[in-house]
């Protein structure tokens, strides 16, 4: 079992074929407060009622259990969400995902074969019943497959994913920077420890200079000193 603070690191994940107990999964519980995304393939489900309310979950997939309604749950618990995908219940109405309504933010929803498909103009009628959805079935309200319906399935956003890789190339092009500035310190450096050795340089070859005009002039008070002997 994961701990409280393993548990609040969590981002994703993946409970398929989890059998649940009396429509609960032992495995998931409210302090799961960070889940972005959720699989629950086959678990057994016939009800989100007992699901805990997770305010960050994005993209739920649900598919292959037996939720026939209840769908008013989704927007109390699972305020936030972007995907959701549905594919195999027994949805026969358009009229019965009138609760999704509540989800502000659901982009895009996956109906596969669920008997609602079978409708008459069911993509109309559900992109009328839910206007804020750009993506059904994979398909835009102009029936042409949806860019993002491959980028957005499973894990992090590919946005995210942009947004990850921009944090890792400015990183690079700080550290970029700070070998420049690295290296130009380095370079001053160099350049000061050159001026002070030629300035040493200087100052020896005028000692030595000053040391040798003594030299001579001792040698010059001893000649004159022999002769005035």
């Known amino acids: 079992r994961l701990n409280l603070d393993l548990k609040n690191r969590v981002r994703e994940h993946v409970l398929d074929n989890c059998k649940s107990n009396d429509w609960k999964i032992e495995s998931l519980t409210a302090e799961f407060v960070n889940l972005e995304f959720l699989r629950l393939i086959n678990v057994g489900l016939i009800s989100i009622s007992n699901l805990p309310k997770l305010p960050k979950l994005k993209k739920f997939v649900l598919s292959e259990n037996r939720i026939f309604g209840g769908l008013n749950m989704f927007a109390e618990k699972l305020p936030n969400l972007t995907h959701l995908n549905l594919s195999g219940k027994k949805l026969k109405d358009i009229s019965t995902l009138e609760p999704l309504k509540k989800l502000e933010c659901l982009k895009s929803l996956d109906l596969f074969n669920c008997e609602v498909i079978n409708l008459n103009d069911y993509q109309e009628g559900v992109f009328k019943l839910l206007p804020q959805l750009t993506c059904l079935d994979t398909y835009d309200p102009e029936d042409q497959e ?84």
């Open 146 to 229: 949806a860019p993002d319906s491959d980028a957005q399935v499973d894990g992090v956003d590919k946005e995210e994913e942009d947004e990850e890789g921009e944090d890792e190339k400015d990183e690079e092009n700080e550290d970029g920077e700070e070998e420049e500035l690295d290296e130009e310190e380095d370079e001053d450096e160099d350049k000061n420890l050159d001026l002070i050795k030629m300035k040493m340089d200087e100052d020896e070859d005028e000692d030595e200079e000053e040391e040798e005009s003594g030299k001579g002039e001792n040698r010059k008070r001893d000649t004159d000193d022999e002769e005035d002997g």
